[in-house]
């Protein structure tokens, strides 16, 4: 059974900083594809960052050089680095991952993903 449990998430001011952390249970965090999306107020779910099993990393333009997805592969664990955050980043962020490559240029659908984790808020005030 696949279990992804995020934490991190704050409020913060704008041009601060955050790591939002996604631990992994029954899922490999290299095995395939994992992904970070999130949904704004009154939004849908946009992906913003994905890495593949090779390391091949993509990012939504909107967090292009502000973000950075990494994993831990001892910890099983996958991170989400925000920096300089501004209030249009305030949003739930969530884990997700699927069992096989990544697809999808610039960015995955959410609907490409099986497994996703109950999210995280990231409240960015101005």
């Known amino acids: 059974q696949v279990q992804l449990a995020e934490s991190g998430g704050a409020s913060v001011q704008a041009g601060g900083s955050l790591r939002l952390s996604c631990l992994a249970s029954?899922?490999?965090?290299?095995?395939?594809?994992m992904a970070w999306f999130r949904q704004g107020p009154g939004k849908g779910r946009e992906g913003v960052a994905y890495?593949?099993?090779?390391?091949?990393?993509r990012y939504a333009e909107s967090v292009k050089g502000r973000f950075a997805i990494s994993r831990d592969i001892p910890k099983n664990t996958l991170y989400l680095q925000m920096d300089s955050l501004k209030p249009e980043d305030t949003a739930m962020y969530y884990c997700?991952?699927?069992?096989?490559?990544?697809?999808?240029?610039?960015?995955?659908?959410?609907?490409?993903?099986?497994?996703w984790g109950q999210g995280t808020q990231v409240t960015v005030s101005s």
């Open positions: 890495i593949s099993r090779g390391g091949t990393i």
């Open positions: 997700a991952a699927r069992s096989r490559p990544c697809v999808g240029y610039p960015m995955s659908s959410y609907q490409d993903f099986t497994y």
């Open positions: 029954g899922y490999i965090v290299s095995a395939h594809c």
